[in-house]
């Protein structure tokens, strides 16, 4: 199962952001024509991730120290008690909203392949073998494939994915997509592939590539604990599912709409943009989540 995106959906709303400039009246009316419909992740009875939750991470490939500790701060920052609003832990609190879920996750065990055992061009089923290095069922292996590594469907069809075996291990993959397409799997940080070329936002840990990962790690983390086996809580066909965050593709603060991912805070001293706080006051953009209180898409700004 992979974190998956409806190109269809995007392009009707991206066009309709390309409206002739009419009066002010005549938009008003338009849109009080079209009544938005409430998001419905719909809970497929199946088995949820709860309890204390290990992450075992795999970094394949070349990964500087700083771009690890970027990541794994992250991770960290899931649990770590904030209370502020705007911090990485009171993202993940909307987590804990999901009848069935309730886990606190806890980074485990690090491997490094900086030799590249399986080459530098991997099948779905090589990140599968790569995650079975560490496979229990209280835990979850994320795997990570660093900017030199093309993995089957990264760029094209996706920019990370989660699933689980037959033994009912669930594990996680993202990849660095700052040399291969980064309009794509990095956005905001950097220009989109298609629709309006608006000036990207400034990264906030000054890593285009590995910011962009902490996004998509947010969003298959997400899914990896509300839908792990394909029938947790999901829109859609099982094969191709909207989750708690690929339902909310592209908003990251109030406003958003396609080409623009809405109103978020920006560092006085660096220009960069972000919206949640972590461990030691590092600073992430983190998408928005499906609220199934309000049956919205929650930004933390």
Known sequence: MASTYHFSIFVSLLLLS??????????RKLFSLVQEQPLILKYHNGPLLK????LNLIWYGNFSPIQRSILVDFLQS???HTTTSHSVSSWWQIIQKYKGVSCTLAVGNQILDEGYSLGKSLRSSDIISLASRSNQRSEITVVFTAADVAVEGFCMSRCGTHGST???WAYAWVGNSETQCPGQCAWPFHQPMYGPQTPPLVSPNGDVGIDGMVINLATVLAGTVTNPFDNG???GSESAPLEAVTA???KFGTGAYPGYPGEVLVDGTTGASYNAVG???RKYLLPAMW???TSTCKTLV
């Open 51 to 54: 309890g204390n939750i290990t």
């Open 18 to 27: 390309f409206l002739p400039n009419l009066t002010s009246a005549t938009p």
């Open 233 to 235: 809580y999901f829109q």
């Open 78 to 80: 899931l649990n770590s």
């Open 248 to 250: 909310c593709k592209g």
């Open 166 to 168: 037959q033994s009912k």
């Open 291 to 293: 609220d199934p209180q």
């Open 279 to 281: 461990v030691d006051g």
